[in-house]
């Protein structure tokens, strides 16, 4: 199970830092990752991290946005630094894991990011 936090409303050039608690698993193992979604559109990727610390981003936010985890704490985390109003939408952590054919994939509720210009 995954619990998104950290939403809410800012203006353009603000910051917030979204958390994702991770339960009833240990995460560890997963590759872990940020989508978000926009009314009548598809969810995207926005970053993504694997389970040994290998790190992408989408183009449109590197430079201003950080994924991390903290393993210790079942913690996902996204920064987001210098937002811009095409960065709301809503944001889902995504938990994936595939062991052969053991395939294994959680998603958080969505957490509402609104940057107003």
């Known amino acids: 199970q995954l619990q998104a936090s950290g939403g809410g409303s800012v203006q353009a050039g603000g910051s917030l830092k979204l958390s994702c608690a991770a339960s009833?698993?240990?995460?560890?193992?997963?590759?872990m990752g940020w989508y978000r979604q926009t009314s009548g559109q598809q969810r995207e990727l926005v970053a993504e991290?694997?389970?040994?610390?290998?790190?992408a981003y989408t183009d449109s936010v590197k430079g201003r946005f950080t994924i991390s985890r903290d393993n210790a704490k079942n913690t996902l985390y996204l920064q987001m630094n210098n937002l811009k109003p095409e960065d709301t939408a809503t944001y889902y952590c995504?938990?994936?894991?595939?062991?052969?054919?053991?395939?294994?994939?959680?998603w958080g509720q969505g957490t509402l990011v609104t940057v107003s210009s």
């Open positions: 009833g698993a240990t995460f560890s193992n997963y590759k």
């Open positions: 995504n938990a994936f894991s595939q062991f052969g054919t053991d395939v294994r994939e959680y």
């Open positions: 991290i694997s389970a040994i610390g290998r790190i």
